[in-house]
């Protein structure tokens, strides 16, 4: 029943359709008229490229699809593509990821734009197919840039937006589009898809710092000589952490042609008067936004910041929201083991740990959060400001309705939310009919 | 590594990326001959003109010349930038090819 689709917060420009996040990023491949796509399949990633050959094979998209034997193939045929002068898309999750780990340094270093669609999800073991952040952040020291999206409509404008940006002159690095795992990979929502000519207009043909062809000689990848090699990567620094300027450029642009706005890094959300801010990036920011309603009619000023670009580093918006907040509260949906989660010690660091700051892993392995979830979070943490006059916390894992206080912090007491589901250690495999 | 490193070419782009690119020509990456502790040393009277070292020289320091004993196509190494990996020694069919080490006076083939 096509009248029982809600009617979307956002402008329609062309045919809103509902899909799946995978059908949206595989539709924004159609749109920016890539030539070349190759991939392993992965849970849950797969129905990208899927779709993409759905596309190829009823004659929507001129494109080459090469099914390869590996994900270390799929992006390194890709990457041969890119180089070869075409517009090039590969997409994967996971153990995928890490198993082309080697040649995202290739494609970065080499300064080829390539587009890359990041399913989240945990890599094992044990083995988990559900969605967290482990696999997307692992690419932050990669030289790619790295945006997260929030929803289905957001995955199909960030990947054209990322066409758009890492073929930029300014820039000419890949760029990775993360979506997550089920929560939007497989859950259908309305999308608007933008006409053909409008995304034609947007698209300029595509740009590289050079092309590899037939009879002319050139050696790539070559040693270099070690202050060479330093050169090389302080210009990648400066491309990557000043492609915030073309990001907003081409997100002021896409506005003009769509009405959806996307000249920020950052989304806010009731953050200006706020005395509180939970920060994390993905879709749970939805959940968060609720959270921040729910946390108001209590009397706490909360408000949301959503990282939508995780490099570049959002560090302008990041510091004039946050430096003046009394607390934030991060969510991270992956850790780095031994010390906090990714988003926590990026942060921190950004706001120079002045606001009190609390870092909370949550919802690894793909554990439901919803938003009651997070404003349970929210208060405990004003709970315990309010107990202690400052704190910073690197680890507070929220898990099944409590907290444990973890290192490298000394142990704190928290509240539990309600009893769940836990079984006890000694009982596993004792044999209950005994 | 040593002073060569100066005369590297830098592949930039008009916006002034640095590019992993260097042109293709001899000595790219350096002179890779310092790297040698063993040389491979040719007795032209064995050599057959076969061409497998030639071929397999992953460098491509070796030009087959006419200076054979009877004016047949022999191996001339460029030792600048040969890099002693043996490989040409260890295809030779006829073993007209030997490693010597470095330590040993030098007496190169004119």
């Known amino acids: 029943m096509a009248n029982s689709i809600p009617k979307p917060q956002w402008q329609v420009t062309g045919q809103l359709i509902p899909m799946r996040g995978n059908d949206a990023v595989a539709y924004a491949v159609k749109l920016a008229r890539v030539e070349f796509v190759a991939a392993y399949p992965i849970t849950p990633q797969t129905i990208i490229v899927e779709k993409i050959d759905e596309m190829i094979s009823h004659g929507e998209l001129e494109a080459d699809m090469m099914h390869v034997e590996s994900e270390h193939s799929a992006l390194a ?14 997409a994967t999750s996971s153990h995928g990821l890490a198993y082309m780990y080697e040649v995202l340094w290739w494609v970065a270093g080499s300064r080829i734009p390539v587009v890359m669609a990041i399913v ?38 960030l990947t054209i937006l990322m066409f758009r940006v890492t073929e930029d002159p300014r820039v000419y690095l890949p760029g990775i589009i993360g979506l997550d795992g089920f929560i939007l990979s497989h859950t259908v929502e ?9 995304i034609d207009e947007f698209l300029p043909p595509r740009r590289q710092p050079y092309v590899f062809e037939p009879g002319r000689l050139v050696a790539m990848g070559n040693l270099m000589p070690d202050e060479i090699f330093e050169e090389h990567r302080i210009d990648m620094h400066y491309s990557l952490a000043s492609a915030s300027r073309v990001i907003k450029e081409a997100g002021r642009e896409y506005a003009k042609l769509t009405g959806r706005d996307y000249s920020n890094l950052t989304e806010c959300y009731r953050c200006s008067d706020a005395d509180y801010l939970i920060a994390g990036t993905g879709s749970w ?15 706490l000023k909360f408000g949301a910041l959503r990282l939508r670009w995780i490099r570049p580093f959002p560090w302008d918006e990041v510091r004039e929201v946050g430096l003046n907040k009394k607390l934030v509260v991060i969510l991270d949906r992956s850790i780095s083991f031994g010390y906090a989660g990714q988003l926590f010690i990026e942060l921190s660091s950004a706001l120079e740990a002045k606001p009190s700051i609390v870092g909370v892993p949550a919802g690894i392995g793909g554990l439901d959060i919803s938003y009651s979830d997070i404003a349970y979070i929210g208060e405990e943490a004003v709970r315990l ?7 910073y916390i690197p680890v507070l894992w929220y898990h099944l309705g409590g907290f444990k206080s973890l ?26 009919n005994r | 590594m040593s002073s060569s490193t100066t005369e590297r070419k830098l592949v930039v782009d008009r916006r002034g990326h640095f590019l992993p690119l260097s042109p293709s020509e001899v000595g790219s990456a350096g002179k890779t001959g310092s790297w ?75």
Request: proline share 8%; charged share 25%.
């Open chain 1, 77 to 90: 045929a890709t990457y041969g593509a890119a180089i070869g002068g075409v517009r090039a898309f590969t």
């Open chain 2, 36 to 110: 040698r502790t063993e040389r491979p040393v040719l007795s032209p009277e064995k050599c057959t003109s076969c061409y497998l070292c030639w071929l397999y020289c992953p460098d491509d320091v070796i030009t087959m010349e006419p200076r054979g004993p009877e004016g047949n196509e022999i191996p001339v190494i460029d030792y600048e930038y040969c890099k002693g990996c043996g490989i040409c020694v260890d295809v030779c069919p006829v073993n007209a090819l030997s490693m010597i080490s470095e330590e040993e006076p030098i007496e190169i083939q004119r």
């Open chain 1, 285 to 299: 920011m939805g959940d968060a936004k609720i959270a921040v309603d729910l946390l108001r009619e209590k009397g």
């Open chain 1, 385 to 391: 400001l309010e107990e202690k006059g400052r704190i």
């Open chain 1, 190 to 198: 309305p999308v608007d898809v933008p006409p053909q000519e409008v």
């Open chain 1, 120 to 157: 989240a999800r945990a890599i094992g073991p044990p083995w988990n197919i559900h969605v967290e952040h482990s696999d997307v952040m692992v690419t932050r020291e990669t030289g790619w840039l790295v945006s997260v999206a929030e929803n289905n409509q957001e995955a199909l404008d």
């Open chain 1, 407 to 432: 290192p490298p912090s000394r142990q704190i007491e928290t509240t539990r939310r309600a009893q769940f589901l836990s079984i006890d250690i000694e009982s596993i495999g004792e044999d209950e």
